[in-house]
């Protein structure tokens, strides 16, 4: 049992404070989301990817604030104190599920790595949406030597924010 | 302290979208300390993860409540962030 308590809290990676990306694609920066919500950094700061595979997977470890119920959306509460949303997409809240499954409910543990949301993403571009999604640290004020990596090919769980 | 209870007119209920234009609202004047309430829950307005953790539904009635200077105005604001525009 110690063994696994020291696992959870004592893991290499969590100090390091990275947030890892949860899908493969294109990093790119907030600055060209098509979303101002997003772009102008209102909701903080951080990373937006185009994805090219539809599977999402948990950027850090941590426990799900929010599943949303359309499930283009999820927030997660890190270990490393980021609270941060994975927004699948621009305006997928009108999807209203359709296309998205959750694999994760609010409150759930996660670690890196485990499944959140699998989206049939070439549903969704023909539904005629935007697939961009931005990676953002709602709490940004509490890591002001955040940096964001983008412009880059990223698989999942490359690094793309350190905090 | 001013409080304010209407129901949610966003078909989508509490999203990332009007939640932030929740928390801008509230920046506006940060003298202000407004907490959202819907059922049993509460959230602080400038902590959009809070407001989204609300769970609130179209159809829900939620309480504002500001305290603090210009507190009347912020509510009406903050009403504004939500159910103003459904774009």
């Known amino acids: 049992m110690f063994g696994n308590l020291k696992k959870l809290f004592g893991g290499g990676q969590e100090e390091k404070k990275v947030i890892l990306a949860p899908v493969s694609g294109k990093a790119i920066p907030m600055s060209q989301v098509a979303d101002p919500t997003f772009s102008q950094e209102i909701l903080g700061k951080g990373v937006a990817i185009v994805p090219d595979s539809g599977t999402f997977v948990a950027p850090a470890s941590g426990e799900v604030a929010v599943m949303f119920e359309t499930k283009h959306a999820v927030s997660i509460k890190a270990d490393c104190g980021a609270e941060f949303i994975i927004h699948i997409g621009m305006d997928t809240v009108n999807l209203k599920g359709q296309y998205f499954n959750a694999c994760v409910a609010q409150g759930d543990r996660v670690k890196a790595g485990d499944k959140l949301v699998e989206v049939d993403l070439e549903k969704v571009k023909e539904a005629g949406y935007d697939v961009t999604t931005p990676i953002v640290i709602c709490n940004t004020p509490n890591f002001p030597n955040m940096v964001c990596h983008s412009g880059m090919d990223v698989k999942a769980l490359d690094p793309i924010i350190e905090l | ?87």
């Open chain 2, 1 to 87: 302290m001013e409080r304010k209870t209407f129901v949610l007119k966003d078909l989508e209920g509490l999203h990332a979208r009007n939640s932030a234009k929740i928390v801008m609202a509230v920046q506006k004047c940060r003298a202000v300390k407004v907490t959202v309430c819907c059922g049993d829950r509460e959230a602080d307005g400038e902590n959009i993860l809070e407001l989204m953790s609300l769970n609130a539904r179209y159809g829900a009635e939620i309480t504002v409540t500001a305290q603090g200077p210009r507190e009347r105005e912020i509510l009406e604001e903050v009403e504004k962030a939500v159910n103003g525009s459904m774009i």
